[in-house]
Protein backbone atom coordinates (compact mmCIF):
# COMPACT_ATOMS: atom_id res chain seq x y z
CA UNK A 1 0.00 0.00 0.00
CA UNK A 2 1.20 3.52 -1.23
CA UNK A 3 2.01 5.26 1.65
CA UNK A 4 -0.76 8.03 1.35
CA UNK A 5 -3.27 4.97 0.12
CA UNK A 6 -5.80 3.67 2.60
CA UNK A 7 -6.98 0.13 2.35
CA UNK A 8 -8.84 -0.98 -0.56
CA UNK A 9 -11.64 -1.66 1.40
CA UNK A 10 -11.92 1.26 3.02
CA UNK A 11 -15.25 2.39 4.01
CA UNK A 12 -15.76 6.65 2.80
CA UNK A 13 -19.17 7.87 5.00
CA UNK A 14 -21.22 10.69 5.84
CA UNK A 15 -23.49 10.75 9.37
CA UNK A 16 -26.26 12.40 10.51
CA UNK A 17 -29.08 11.85 12.87
CA UNK A 18 -32.47 11.55 12.83
CA UNK A 19 -33.83 14.44 14.96
CA UNK A 20 -31.05 16.33 13.74
CA UNK A 21 -31.91 16.01 10.12
CA UNK A 22 -35.75 14.77 9.07
CA UNK A 23 -38.26 17.78 9.98
CA UNK A 24 -41.37 15.98 9.28
CA UNK A 25 -42.11 15.72 13.36
CA UNK A 26 -46.08 15.16 12.82
CA UNK A 27 -46.24 13.55 9.78
CA UNK A 28 -46.64 10.02 9.48
CA UNK A 29 -47.71 8.69 13.39
CA UNK A 30 -44.90 9.69 14.25
CA UNK A 31 -45.08 10.48 18.22
CA UNK A 32 -43.47 13.00 20.04
CA UNK A 33 -39.66 13.06 21.02
CA UNK A 34 -38.41 14.88 24.13
CA UNK A 35 -36.51 17.04 21.42
CA UNK A 36 -39.42 18.17 20.17
CA UNK A 37 -41.06 19.02 23.62
CA UNK A 38 -37.54 20.85 24.52
CA UNK A 39 -36.68 22.74 21.83
CA UNK A 40 -40.36 24.01 21.59
CA UNK A 41 -39.86 25.09 25.19
CA UNK A 42 -39.42 28.90 25.42
CA UNK A 43 -35.36 29.51 26.06
CA UNK A 44 -33.92 26.02 25.80
CA UNK A 45 -32.75 26.27 21.78
CA UNK A 46 -30.66 29.64 20.20
CA UNK A 47 -33.15 31.44 18.44
CA UNK A 48 -36.07 29.34 19.41
CA UNK A 49 -35.32 26.71 16.85
CA UNK A 50 -36.51 23.06 16.55
CA UNK A 51 -36.33 20.13 14.51
CA UNK A 52 -39.59 20.46 12.80
CA UNK A 53 -38.33 21.08 9.17
CA UNK A 54 -34.93 20.20 10.19
CA UNK A 55 -32.77 20.03 6.66
CA UNK A 56 -36.22 18.42 5.25
CA UNK A 57 -34.60 15.05 4.59
CA UNK A 58 -38.10 12.95 5.33
CA UNK A 59 -39.24 14.92 2.18
CA UNK A 60 -36.03 14.68 0.53
CA UNK A 61 -34.43 11.85 1.12
CA UNK A 62 -34.26 9.97 -2.47
CA UNK A 63 -32.15 13.54 -3.16
CA UNK A 64 -30.09 13.44 -0.28
CA UNK A 65 -28.85 9.74 -1.69
CA UNK A 66 -28.46 10.85 -4.92
CA UNK A 67 -26.42 13.65 -3.21
CA UNK A 68 -24.72 10.97 -1.62
CA UNK A 69 -23.74 9.19 -4.97
CA UNK A 70 -22.30 12.11 -6.51
CA UNK A 71 -20.00 12.25 -3.67
CA UNK A 72 -19.31 8.81 -4.31
CA UNK A 73 -19.34 8.11 -0.88
CA UNK A 74 -19.43 4.20 -0.01
CA UNK A 75 -21.24 4.40 3.95
CA UNK A 76 -23.98 6.40 5.06
CA UNK A 77 -24.79 6.30 9.11
CA UNK A 78 -27.84 7.73 9.79
CA UNK A 79 -30.32 7.06 12.82
CA UNK A 80 -33.35 5.77 13.50
CA UNK A 81 -36.51 7.97 15.16
CA UNK A 82 -37.75 5.80 17.70
CA UNK A 83 -41.06 7.35 17.94
CA UNK A 84 -41.82 6.87 14.19
CA UNK A 85 -41.37 3.10 14.68
CA UNK A 86 -42.98 2.96 18.31
CA UNK A 87 -44.82 6.59 18.54
CA UNK A 88 -45.56 5.84 22.43
CA UNK A 89 -41.85 3.79 22.64
CA UNK A 90 -43.21 0.90 23.08
CA UNK A 91 -47.42 -0.45 22.52
CA UNK A 92 -48.24 -0.37 18.76
CA UNK A 93 -45.40 -0.95 15.82
CA UNK A 94 -46.10 2.60 13.33
CA UNK A 95 -45.75 0.78 9.59
CA UNK A 96 -45.33 3.85 7.87
CA UNK A 97 -41.99 4.89 10.31
CA UNK A 98 -40.43 1.75 9.75
CA UNK A 99 -41.53 2.11 5.69
CA UNK A 100 -39.97 5.49 5.65
CA UNK A 101 -36.11 3.66 6.99
CA UNK A 102 -36.95 0.48 4.39
CA UNK A 103 -37.19 3.00 1.62
CA UNK A 104 -34.11 4.58 2.77
CA UNK A 105 -32.00 1.46 2.99
CA UNK A 106 -33.44 0.27 -0.21
CA UNK A 107 -32.02 3.51 -1.86
CA UNK A 108 -28.58 3.00 -0.33
CA UNK A 109 -28.28 -0.16 -1.46
CA UNK A 110 -29.43 0.37 -5.03
CA UNK A 111 -26.17 3.48 -4.74
CA UNK A 112 -24.12 1.19 -3.53
CA UNK A 113 -24.02 2.77 -0.19
CA UNK A 114 -23.75 0.45 2.90
CA UNK A 115 -26.14 1.37 5.86
CA UNK A 116 -25.08 2.28 9.20
CA UNK A 117 -27.70 2.38 11.42
CA UNK A 118 -28.28 3.77 14.60
CA UNK A 119 -31.01 2.92 16.69
CA UNK A 120 -30.58 6.08 19.52
CA UNK A 121 -28.72 9.39 18.36
CA UNK A 122 -30.96 11.14 21.51
CA UNK A 123 -34.60 11.54 20.33
CA UNK A 124 -36.86 9.65 23.13
CA UNK A 125 -40.42 8.82 22.64
CA UNK A 126 -41.94 11.77 24.81
CA UNK A 127 -43.96 8.69 26.04
CA UNK A 128 -41.47 7.02 28.00
CA UNK A 129 -39.92 10.44 29.78
CA UNK A 130 -43.17 10.87 30.99
CA UNK A 131 -44.11 7.46 32.26
CA UNK A 132 -41.21 6.27 33.60
CA UNK A 133 -38.63 9.51 33.90
CA UNK A 134 -36.94 8.11 30.82
CA UNK A 135 -33.60 6.49 31.25
CA UNK A 136 -33.93 7.00 34.68
CA UNK A 137 -35.87 4.04 34.75
CA UNK A 138 -34.61 0.44 34.64
CA UNK A 139 -37.89 -0.29 32.60
CA UNK A 140 -36.33 1.43 29.60
CA UNK A 141 -33.87 -1.61 29.29
CA UNK A 142 -36.99 -4.01 27.89
CA UNK A 143 -38.35 -1.00 26.12
CA UNK A 144 -35.13 -0.56 24.01
CA UNK A 145 -34.67 -4.30 23.31
CA UNK A 146 -38.37 -4.43 22.23
CA UNK A 147 -37.74 -1.42 19.65
CA UNK A 148 -34.09 -3.23 18.97
CA UNK A 149 -35.86 -6.23 17.83
CA UNK A 150 -39.06 -4.27 15.77
CA UNK A 151 -36.39 -2.48 13.71
CA UNK A 152 -33.84 -5.52 13.10
CA UNK A 153 -36.99 -7.90 12.16
CA UNK A 154 -37.61 -5.08 9.40
CA UNK A 155 -34.42 -4.07 8.17
CA UNK A 156 -31.44 -6.84 9.22
CA UNK A 157 -32.04 -8.85 5.87
CA UNK A 158 -30.40 -5.55 4.41
CA UNK A 159 -28.65 -4.19 6.69
CA UNK A 160 -25.06 -5.42 8.20
CA UNK A 161 -24.03 -2.56 10.54
CA UNK A 162 -25.83 -1.92 13.94
CA UNK A 163 -25.03 0.41 16.50
CA UNK A 164 -26.99 0.89 19.83
CA UNK A 165 -26.32 3.75 21.09
CA UNK A 166 -24.69 7.42 19.31
CA UNK A 167 -22.42 9.00 22.85
CA UNK A 168 -23.75 7.70 26.14
CA UNK A 169 -21.41 10.10 27.68
CA UNK A 170 -23.12 13.27 25.95
CA UNK A 171 -26.91 12.74 25.96
CA UNK A 172 -26.63 11.99 29.81
CA UNK A 173 -24.19 14.20 30.88
CA UNK A 174 -26.28 17.16 28.84
CA UNK A 175 -29.41 15.99 29.48
CA UNK A 176 -29.47 14.37 32.93
CA UNK A 177 -26.40 16.17 34.95
CA UNK A 178 -26.38 19.42 33.02
CA UNK A 179 -30.00 19.98 31.92
CA UNK A 180 -28.62 22.10 28.49
CA UNK A 181 -30.06 18.93 26.63
CA UNK A 182 -33.21 17.46 26.50
CA UNK A 183 -35.03 16.15 28.62
CA UNK A 184 -33.27 18.80 30.96
CA UNK A 185 -32.62 17.13 34.09
CA UNK A 186 -29.69 18.28 36.16
CA UNK A 187 -29.05 15.87 38.72
CA UNK A 188 -25.73 13.92 39.23
CA UNK A 189 -26.57 10.94 41.21
CA UNK A 190 -29.73 10.62 39.02
CA UNK A 191 -27.30 11.11 35.86
CA UNK A 192 -25.14 8.05 36.73
CA UNK A 193 -28.24 5.76 37.66
CA UNK A 194 -29.80 7.00 33.85
CA UNK A 195 -26.06 5.55 32.41
CA UNK A 196 -26.23 2.41 34.15
CA UNK A 197 -29.80 2.04 32.45
CA UNK A 198 -28.45 2.98 29.15
CA UNK A 199 -25.44 0.31 29.64
CA UNK A 200 -27.80 -2.19 30.58
CA UNK A 201 -30.23 -1.23 27.58
CA UNK A 202 -26.63 -1.79 25.04
CA UNK A 203 -26.38 -4.98 26.45
CA UNK A 204 -29.91 -6.32 26.37
CA UNK A 205 -30.50 -4.77 22.97
CA UNK A 206 -26.97 -6.62 21.68
CA UNK A 207 -28.59 -10.02 22.83
CA UNK A 208 -31.62 -9.10 20.81
CA UNK A 209 -29.51 -7.94 17.74
CA UNK A 210 -27.77 -10.96 17.74
CA UNK A 211 -30.39 -13.10 18.02
CA UNK A 212 -32.32 -11.86 15.55
CA UNK A 213 -29.31 -11.06 12.90
CA UNK A 214 -26.74 -13.62 13.29
CA UNK A 215 -23.15 -14.13 13.05
CA UNK A 216 -22.52 -11.92 10.27
CA UNK A 217 -24.45 -8.99 11.70
CA UNK A 218 -21.78 -6.28 12.33
CA UNK A 219 -23.02 -5.17 16.37
CA UNK A 220 -21.45 -2.17 18.25
CA UNK A 221 -21.73 1.14 19.60
CA UNK A 222 -20.56 4.82 19.19
CA UNK A 223 -18.37 6.73 21.54
CA UNK A 224 -17.61 10.86 21.93
CA UNK A 225 -13.46 10.42 22.99
CA UNK A 226 -11.42 12.80 23.49
CA UNK A 227 -7.74 12.95 24.77
CA UNK A 228 -7.20 14.64 28.00
CA UNK A 229 -4.51 16.09 28.17
CA UNK A 230 -2.65 18.45 30.64
CA UNK A 231 -0.16 22.05 30.58
CA UNK A 232 1.56 20.63 33.74
CA UNK A 233 2.70 17.53 35.88
CA UNK A 234 0.85 19.34 38.98
CA UNK A 235 -0.57 16.80 41.17
CA UNK A 236 -3.90 18.49 41.35
CA UNK A 237 -3.76 18.23 37.40
CA UNK A 238 -2.85 14.52 37.40
CA UNK A 239 -5.62 13.89 39.39
CA UNK A 240 -8.40 15.94 37.77
CA UNK A 241 -6.69 14.19 34.79
CA UNK A 242 -7.36 10.61 35.95
CA UNK A 243 -11.04 11.83 36.95
CA UNK A 244 -11.68 13.34 33.73
CA UNK A 245 -10.64 10.26 31.81
CA UNK A 246 -12.80 8.02 33.45
CA UNK A 247 -15.57 10.54 32.94
CA UNK A 248 -15.13 11.14 29.53
CA UNK A 249 -13.53 7.94 27.83
CA UNK A 250 -13.85 4.95 30.28
CA UNK A 251 -17.32 5.12 31.93
CA UNK A 252 -19.08 3.63 28.67
CA UNK A 253 -16.30 2.16 27.45
CA UNK A 254 -15.08 -0.31 30.32
CA UNK A 255 -18.29 -1.77 31.44
CA UNK A 256 -18.81 -2.77 27.79
CA UNK A 257 -15.66 -3.95 27.09
CA UNK A 258 -13.76 -4.82 30.55
CA UNK A 259 -16.99 -5.28 32.09
CA UNK A 260 -16.75 -3.23 35.02
CA UNK A 261 -16.71 0.53 35.54
CA UNK A 262 -13.64 2.38 35.95
CA UNK A 263 -12.46 2.73 40.06
CA UNK A 264 -11.80 6.18 39.88
CA UNK A 265 -15.50 6.93 39.10
CA UNK A 266 -17.08 4.15 41.34
CA UNK A 267 -14.44 6.37 44.17
CA UNK A 268 -16.72 9.25 43.56
CA UNK A 269 -19.60 10.32 45.54
CA UNK A 270 -21.65 11.08 43.05
CA UNK A 271 -21.64 6.85 42.61
CA UNK A 272 -21.99 6.25 45.85
CA UNK A 273 -25.72 5.48 45.72
CA UNK A 274 -25.49 3.74 42.06
CA UNK A 275 -28.58 0.39 42.30
CA UNK A 276 -27.48 -1.97 40.69
CA UNK A 277 -28.06 -6.07 40.47
CA UNK A 278 -26.22 -9.19 40.30
CA UNK A 279 -25.64 -10.09 36.73
CA UNK A 280 -25.41 -5.90 35.53
CA UNK A 281 -22.17 -6.22 34.33
CA UNK A 282 -22.33 -9.89 32.88
CA UNK A 283 -25.23 -8.05 30.64
CA UNK A 284 -23.44 -4.52 29.63
CA UNK A 285 -20.33 -6.81 28.78
CA UNK A 286 -20.55 -7.37 24.91
CA UNK A 287 -18.25 -8.72 22.54
CA UNK A 288 -18.73 -6.07 20.08
CA UNK A 289 -17.71 -6.10 16.30
CA UNK A 290 -16.38 -2.71 16.49
CA UNK A 291 -16.47 0.40 18.28
CA UNK A 292 -17.18 3.61 16.53
CA UNK A 293 -15.55 6.69 18.04
CA UNK A 294 -16.67 10.61 17.27
CA UNK A 295 -13.72 12.74 17.56
CA UNK A 296 -13.96 16.40 17.17
CA UNK A 297 -10.92 17.90 19.99
CA UNK A 298 -8.91 17.09 23.07
CA UNK A 299 -9.41 18.62 26.30
CA UNK A 300 -6.75 20.61 28.19
CA UNK A 301 -6.08 20.59 31.38
CA UNK A 302 -4.92 23.77 33.13
CA UNK A 303 -4.42 25.26 36.63
CA UNK A 304 -7.55 27.50 35.69
CA UNK A 305 -9.06 25.43 33.37
CA UNK A 306 -13.26 26.62 33.57
CA UNK A 307 -15.16 23.43 34.09
CA UNK A 308 -12.94 21.63 37.21
CA UNK A 309 -13.62 18.33 36.28
CA UNK A 310 -16.63 18.43 33.97
CA UNK A 311 -17.49 18.39 30.60
CA UNK A 312 -16.53 21.79 29.87
CA UNK A 313 -13.31 21.54 32.12
CA UNK A 314 -10.90 22.43 28.96
CA UNK A 315 -8.10 25.58 28.56
CA UNK A 316 -7.44 27.35 26.16
CA UNK A 317 -4.47 26.92 23.86
CA UNK A 318 -2.81 30.08 23.02
CA UNK A 319 -1.83 30.41 19.13
CA UNK A 320 -4.49 26.94 18.09
CA UNK A 321 -6.96 27.00 15.56
CA UNK A 322 -10.77 27.03 17.18
CA UNK A 323 -13.79 25.90 14.83
CA UNK A 324 -17.23 28.08 15.40
CA UNK A 325 -18.23 25.67 18.29
CA UNK A 326 -14.56 26.91 20.41
CA UNK A 327 -13.59 23.25 20.20
CA UNK A 328 -9.64 23.41 19.52
CA UNK A 329 -8.31 21.59 16.08
CA UNK A 330 -6.27 19.38 17.13
CA UNK A 331 -5.67 15.87 14.95
CA UNK A 332 -3.08 14.71 16.87
CA UNK A 333 -5.82 13.89 19.43
CA UNK A 334 -7.75 11.24 16.83
CA UNK A 335 -4.53 9.46 16.23
CA UNK A 336 -3.95 9.27 19.83
CA UNK A 337 -7.33 8.45 20.71
CA UNK A 338 -7.25 5.44 18.13
CA UNK A 339 -4.18 4.31 19.66
CA UNK A 340 -5.62 4.09 22.79
CA UNK A 341 -8.44 2.24 21.97
CA UNK A 342 -6.79 -0.22 19.93
CA UNK A 343 -4.34 -1.31 22.66
CA UNK A 344 -6.69 -0.68 25.80
CA UNK A 345 -9.47 -2.60 24.32
CA UNK A 346 -8.40 -4.72 21.21
CA UNK A 347 -11.90 -4.46 19.50
CA UNK A 348 -11.86 -5.79 15.95
CA UNK A 349 -12.82 -3.03 14.00
CA UNK A 350 -12.67 0.98 14.68
CA UNK A 351 -14.71 2.87 12.56
CA UNK A 352 -14.48 7.11 13.00
CA UNK A 353 -18.38 7.36 12.98
CA UNK A 354 -17.79 11.26 13.48
CA UNK A 355 -15.68 13.90 12.59
CA UNK A 356 -16.12 17.44 11.06
CA UNK A 357 -16.01 21.31 12.42
CA UNK A 358 -18.62 23.67 12.09
CA UNK A 359 -17.28 27.10 10.67
CA UNK A 360 -19.38 30.28 9.93
CA UNK A 361 -20.36 29.27 6.28
CA UNK A 362 -21.76 31.59 3.45
CA UNK A 363 -23.50 30.79 0.04
CA UNK A 364 -21.64 33.06 -2.12
CA UNK A 365 -23.56 34.92 -5.05
CA UNK A 366 -22.01 32.47 -7.18
CA UNK A 367 -23.43 29.57 -5.91
CA UNK A 368 -19.96 28.61 -3.81
CA UNK A 369 -19.84 27.82 -0.80
CA UNK A 370 -15.69 28.48 0.03
CA UNK A 371 -15.04 26.47 3.51
CA UNK A 372 -11.09 26.08 3.19
CA UNK A 373 -10.56 25.40 7.09
CA UNK A 374 -13.14 22.80 6.79
CA UNK A 375 -11.00 20.75 3.74
CA UNK A 376 -7.93 21.53 6.10
CA UNK A 377 -9.69 19.97 8.81
CA UNK A 378 -10.68 17.53 7.43
CA UNK A 379 -7.10 16.56 5.63
CA UNK A 380 -5.52 16.97 8.61
CA UNK A 381 -7.97 14.10 10.46
CA UNK A 382 -7.54 11.77 7.66
CA UNK A 383 -4.02 11.91 7.79
CA UNK A 384 -3.92 11.37 11.11
CA UNK A 385 -6.07 8.17 10.85
CA UNK A 386 -3.91 7.25 7.94
CA UNK A 387 -1.23 7.17 10.78
CA UNK A 388 -3.16 5.24 12.97
CA UNK A 389 -3.54 2.48 10.17
CA UNK A 390 0.26 2.32 9.49
CA UNK A 391 0.88 1.68 13.11
CA UNK A 392 -1.42 -1.24 13.23
CA UNK A 393 -5.05 0.29 14.34
CA UNK A 394 -7.61 -1.51 12.24
CA UNK A 395 -9.58 1.48 11.30
CA UNK A 396 -12.00 0.30 8.88
CA UNK A 397 -13.77 3.40 8.21
CA UNK A 398 -14.48 6.99 8.43
CA UNK A 399 -17.36 9.35 8.39
CA UNK A 400 -17.48 12.97 8.20
CA UNK A 401 -19.74 14.71 10.49
CA UNK A 402 -22.43 15.96 8.70
CA UNK A 403 -23.45 14.86 5.58
CA UNK A 404 -26.19 17.98 5.77
CA UNK A 405 -25.67 21.26 7.66
CA UNK A 406 -28.28 20.28 10.43
CA UNK A 407 -29.77 21.02 13.82
CA UNK A 408 -26.71 21.63 16.18
CA UNK A 409 -29.36 20.52 19.60
CA UNK A 410 -28.98 23.35 21.71
CA UNK A 411 -27.25 25.61 19.41
CA UNK A 412 -30.41 25.45 16.70
CA UNK A 413 -29.20 26.11 13.09
CA UNK A 414 -26.95 28.49 14.29
CA UNK A 415 -24.03 25.94 13.85
CA UNK A 416 -23.09 24.48 10.51
CA UNK A 417 -21.24 20.80 10.07
CA UNK A 418 -22.04 20.34 6.88
CA UNK A 419 -20.16 19.56 3.61
CA UNK A 420 -23.40 20.53 2.28
CA UNK A 421 -25.04 23.78 2.71
CA UNK A 422 -28.29 23.97 3.47
CA UNK A 423 -30.61 27.00 2.73
CA UNK A 424 -32.89 26.35 5.24
CA UNK A 425 -35.86 28.63 4.43
CA UNK A 426 -36.17 26.44 0.87
CA UNK A 427 -33.95 23.22 2.00
CA UNK A 428 -31.91 23.82 -1.38
CA UNK A 429 -28.69 21.97 -0.96
CA UNK A 430 -25.35 23.12 -2.02
CA UNK A 431 -21.99 20.97 -2.20
CA UNK A 432 -19.45 23.35 -0.09
CA UNK A 433 -15.70 23.09 -1.47
CA UNK A 434 -14.97 20.97 1.39
CA UNK A 435 -17.28 17.98 -0.26
CA UNK A 436 -15.46 18.13 -3.63
CA UNK A 437 -12.35 17.96 -1.50
CA UNK A 438 -13.69 15.03 0.29
CA UNK A 439 -14.81 13.60 -3.19
CA UNK A 440 -11.33 13.34 -4.33
CA UNK A 441 -9.97 11.77 -1.38
CA UNK A 442 -12.23 9.07 -1.78
CA UNK A 443 -11.70 8.90 -5.55
CA UNK A 444 -8.31 8.58 -4.94
CA UNK A 445 -8.75 6.41 -1.95
CA UNK A 446 -5.71 8.57 -0.78
CA UNK A 447 -5.26 12.37 0.93
CA UNK A 448 -4.31 14.16 -2.11
CA UNK A 449 -0.83 16.07 -1.55
CA UNK A 450 -1.33 20.07 -1.12
O1 LIG B 1 -24.19 17.18 16.12
C1 LIG B 1 -23.51 16.38 17.02
C2 LIG B 1 -23.95 14.94 16.92
O2 LIG B 1 -25.32 14.81 17.10
C3 LIG B 1 -23.26 14.10 17.95
N1 LIG B 1 -21.84 14.30 17.88
C4 LIG B 1 -21.32 15.62 17.85
C5 LIG B 1 -22.02 16.43 16.78
C6 LIG B 1 -21.47 17.87 16.76
O3 LIG B 1 -21.69 18.49 17.98
Redesign the pocket.
Known amino acids: MAPNQFPDDFIWGAAT?SY?IEGAVREDGRGESIWDRFSHTPGKVTNGDTGDVAADHYHRMSEDVALMRALELNGYRFSVAWSRILPQGDGPVNEAGLDFYDRLVDELLAAEITPFLTLY??DLPQALQDRFGGWLSRQMVDMFARYADVVSRRLGDRVRYWATF??PR?FIWLGYIEGTHAPGLADWTGGAQAAHHVMLAHGAAFRTLRQNLGADAQLGIVY?LSPIETVSDDPEILARQRLLDARTNCWFLDPVLRGEYPPELLDAPQWANLQTEPGDLALIRTPVDFVGI?Y?SRTLLAPDSAGKGDLHDSAPNPGAEYTA?GWEVYPQGLYTTLRRVHERYAVPALYVT?N?A?FDDVLEPDGRVRDPRRSAYLRAHFKAAQRAIADGVPLKGYFV??LLD?F??AHGYE?R?GITYVDYPTGARTLKDSARFYQSVIRANAVPEE
Request: charged fraction near 20%; aromatic fraction near 24%; hydrophobic fraction near 45%.
Open positions: AQHWNEIANYMEGAWSNEWKF
